[in-house]
């Protein structure tokens, strides 16, 4: 009898375990393969052109500092890169001699002249001079004045002339040295207004085509806690300088940032060539095939595929255009597992982090 029960009950025990497997082998499963998403935005993406170069005085406002005489250096007051105060003395100079002979003697022809016309005034009223005499020797008198007073600018009257900063700025160089003697309209010093620098820079040939005046540049000094500063293009080379075979590009600076700066200090500068829209994607959501780039969207639970044109590649945030759906999230993990309409569990949508612009 028990023998006959077990036989009985066995196979009823096998066959409820055997369906409680097959009950749990059928249970639900996720839709298809699980990704991470991110939702796509609608972005301004820069172009840019990194280039270096340094703080100089500007062409258009830089200065030579010269004397209309010749003379000697008695005195040399700065020096290179010095920075001054309006009125600040800089050099001492003293007058050549022959240039202090010149205006002794234009001195003395005025002299000469003032009582040849006072003579000739005296002659007049006694009948013995005629008004051409009085009126030849008034001419006179003007030319001898004109002489003396060309002479006293050109420095003759002043034994010692001293050369002061026309306004606060820096010494770029000074070109002369203590004890020299230098002729007329020699450069003795050159200088910089304080609002006179700007920023010299250098880019390569194929990248300079892109650059016009007027474009908006980030400066920043490579030594010195000044900050970021903002400036626009002035004017771009068309030529390549024989010594750092780069094309130039001056940018103007602003007047308080440039104000800490020296010339000849260094500089290193984003130049923005262009702007335009576009798509903000992860850079791992893109993807290429034969066929060019493309991206996954998600849509009712399935991946679609969006062929796309990378407009900005740079950074982790890509720049596309394409017909995306801006309610679409945009597959980023397990991108590269999925082909186009397949079943997909999307996670929670991330969104795109803020994106640099790209560097051309």
């Known amino acids: 009898m028990t023998f006959s029960i077990i036989r009985f009950v066995g196979p009823l025990l096998v066959a409820g375990l055997l369906g409680a497997c097959g009950h749990q082998a059928g249970s639900p499963s996720p839709p298809g393969m699980t990704v991470s998403t991110a939702q796509p935005v609608q972005k301004v993406f820069a172009h840019r052109v990194t280039a270096f170069g340094t703080a100089i005085g500007n062409p258009r406002h830089a200065r030579h500092l010269s004397l209309a005489h010749g003379g000697e250096v008695v005195g040399v007051m700065v020096s290179d890169g010095q920075s001054v105060s309006a009125g600040q003395a800089l050099l001492k100079m003293a007058t050549a001699p022959a240039v202090r002979k010149a205006f002794k003697q234009a001195q003395s022809a005025l002299v000469l002249a003032r009582d040849q016309l006072a003579r000739n005034k005296k002659l007049m009223a006694q009948h013995l001079a005629t008004q051409a005499q009085v009126d030849g020797a008034r001419k006179a008198v003007s030319d001898a004045e004109a002489a003396l007073q060309a002479q006293r600018e050109m420095g003759g009257g002043q034994p010692v002339d001293i050369i002061t900063a026309p306004t606060a700025g820096v010494i770029t160089r000074i070109q002369v040295t203590r004890g020299q003697r230098v002729p007329a309209n020699t450069v003795l010093a050159t200088f910089t207004p304080a609002h006179g620098l700007i920023a010299q820079l250098g880019v390569q040939p194929h990248q300079a085509t892109g650059i016009e005046s007027g474009m908006p540049v980030t400066l920043r ?37 440039a104000s800490h700066l020296v010339a000849g200090a260094a500089l290193s500068a984003r130049i923005d060539t262009s702007r335009h829209k576009a798509w903000a994607v992860p850079r791992k959501a893109l993807q290429s095939d034969a066929h060019g780039n493309y991206i996954f969207q998600v849509e009712k639970g399935r991946a679609h595929r969006i062929d796309v044109k990378v407009v900005s590649p740079q950074g982790n945030v890509v720049g596309v255009t394409g017909e995306l759906d801006a309610s679409a999230p945009v597959i980023t993990l397990g991108s590269y597992e999925v082909s186009d309409g397949e079943a997909v569990h999307a996670r929670q949508s991330t969104s795109v982090p803020a994106h640099g612009a790209s560097v051309q």
């Open 221 to 257: 000094a490579v030594y010195g806690s000044f900050g970021r500063a903002h400036g626009e293009v002035s004017m771009v080379g068309h030529a390549v300088d024989p010594t750092t075979h780069l094309v130039p590009v001056q940018v103007t600076l602003p007047t308080e940032w």
